[in-house]
């Protein structure tokens, strides 16, 4: 399971993908408390049609940091980060 960190509007949100049998992601979004842990049952669950999880979480935190939103330290598989190299939000 990976997840990637994002602070909307003042609110931590966990984006958590889980690889399915079938080759496809799940991806549930919680809330996320102070210390980035879920809080609550997701709020949606999809499966986005991405080759991989390392596919997905790229493009979300390129996306992410581009509006700076993306919170590194709350994030797994840093090497996933834009650039390719765990680094601070410049937002």
């Known amino acids: 399971m990976a997840t990637t960190a994002v ?13 399915r049998e079938d080759g496809r992601l ?9 210390d980035y842990l879920p809080t609550g049952t997701p709020s949606i ?6 080759e991989t999880e390392e596919v997905y979480h790229k493009r979300l935190r390129k996306d992410a940091y581009e509006k700076g939103h993306y919170l590194p330290e709350g994030s797994t598989d840093r090497e996933w980060d834009p650039g390719g190299q765990a680094g601070e939000n410049p937002g």
Do not use: C, H, R, Y
């Open 7 to 19: 602070l909307i509007n003042g609110q931590k949100m966990l984006f958590m993908t889980v690889p």
């Open 26 to 34: 799940d991806v549930d979004i919680f809330l996320a408390n102070e």
């Open 45 to 50: 669950g999809v499966s986005p049609e991405v």
